[in-house]
């Protein structure tokens, strides 16, 4: 069997990446605004690298369109760290509870997945704060912990501006929701009082912190060189390890390490204008019609919440404009949302010159008078609409490991768009590699439940550090 060492391996060095070209060479003139150089990445490399250095500074953070704000997340996992946690990961219509148990190089897990109702998306926090406990409560009866005291890691992915490891204050929602009563709020305390609200389990929140730090700490208990955690799925954002004299925001007592992990909320980058060079009317098209519209700006050009959308308002526009489908339309093409972002993957997934995937999809759309010249178009642009969205991903990356200095980072990674699209991940070893300083290393490394395994091994560390204290 091979080892996981042999595994990551196998898994950074990527398949060749495939050379598509349309059938219209028109087609491909009507996507240049899509179609990033190096020259362009670049830019995006110097704006971000800014923006993160004014975010860590008291004096420049409150302009600055990428926040950077502290996790309080000192320390990385040894590898050794023992006990039972309870997880909630929270950050998306469906949320999962975990039951992790380490076992200093192993652990175990049982969960659960759990949906919050769309008007509860949009409702009054409370109640859904109080549908989350009701959930908590329904997993620790069924695994007979009801009785007894446990602590809980929350992951929390929306924009948080953290004040200590178990108080984050909710800057914005994103991801469709919207319940009131929330934002500038400590969303510990809310769930805290949704709890004590039942009074019929015995939770004690030791850790809030996002996906991405969860990811990164997932990935850091296996592999020690992981110091980067990136989210690319239902939306983006990213962590890094950095020294606590860089983060001004930074004010407790250094426990040893010198360093604090740092959450970037990268999605907000271009909220100001800064990348505007770059953005398209596609990208201002779906901003309008957001739920969030003048926010999250990078995020609605890479995430999986809005790739597919963005390839449909191309492939809508190039048929209006006679270049697909001999100009012939369908209801559902013209209506949003209805091209999901799995369609692209899909697309991409069949070998070039067959449409295994791509025929029924179109089908579906009541496009089943595409030809082969269509079907070649169509690849294309979904191909263009990923090579950007791994092209901005990688820059970024890019500007954090140059900025970062370490010799060898691996970056811990999840989210839909990475696991599934069966290009994504080559894209960015590529472009990461061709964008990067010389000399820098890097991997790339598929986390496995990131955000649940994270938030417990917070709350671990969290435990082990405070036990040093006390014993010392």
Known sequence: MATERECLCAKNTPKPLPTVEPADQKVKEALKNLMLDDDVLKRIMTKFRQDVEAGLKK?????????????YVQDLPTGSEKGRYLALDLGGTNFRVLLIELCETHFEMKSRIFAIPKAEMVGPGDKMFDHIAECLATFLKQEHLDTEPISLGFTFSFPCQQVGLTKGILIRWTKGFQCSGVEGNDVVQLLREAIARRGDIKLNVTAI????????????WRNRNCKIGLIIGTGTNACYVEKQQNAEFFDEPDKGSGNVIIN?????????????????????????????????????????????????????????????????????????????TKFVSDIEGDLQGVYTKQKPILQKLGLGHAT???????????????RRAAGL??????????????????????????RFHPYFHGLMMHKISELV????????????DGSGRGAALVAAVAAAKDEAVVTN
């Open 393 to 418: 991903v990688s820059a970024t990356l890019a500007a954090l490991l140059n900025k970062m200095g370490e010799p060898h980072v691996t970056i811990g990674v999840d989210g839909s768009v990475y």
């Open 264 to 340: 970037t909320e990268w999605g907000a980058f271009g909220d100001d204008g800064g990348i505007d060079f770059c953005v398209t009317d596609y990208d201002r098209e779906i901003d309008k019609n957001s739920i969030n519209p003048g926010k999250q700006l990078f995020e609605k050009m890479i995430s999986g919440m809005y790739m597919g959308e963005l390839a449909r308002l191309i492939i809508l526009k190039f048929t209006k404009d006679g270049l697909l489908f001999g100009g012939k339309s369908s209801p559902l093409l013209e209506e949003r949302e209805k091209f999901e």
């Open 372 to 386: 082969d010249a269509d079907m070649m178009n169509i690849r294309f642009i979904c191909e263009v609409v990923s």
């Open 437 to 448: 300083d010389p000399g820098r290393k890097f991997d790339l490394m598929l986390s496995e």
């Open 209 to 220: 912190l996002n996906d991405t730090t969860g990811t990164l700490m997932s990935c850091a």
């Open 59 to 71: 004096a420049t953070q409150p302009t600055s369109a990428v926040k950077c704000y502290v996790t």
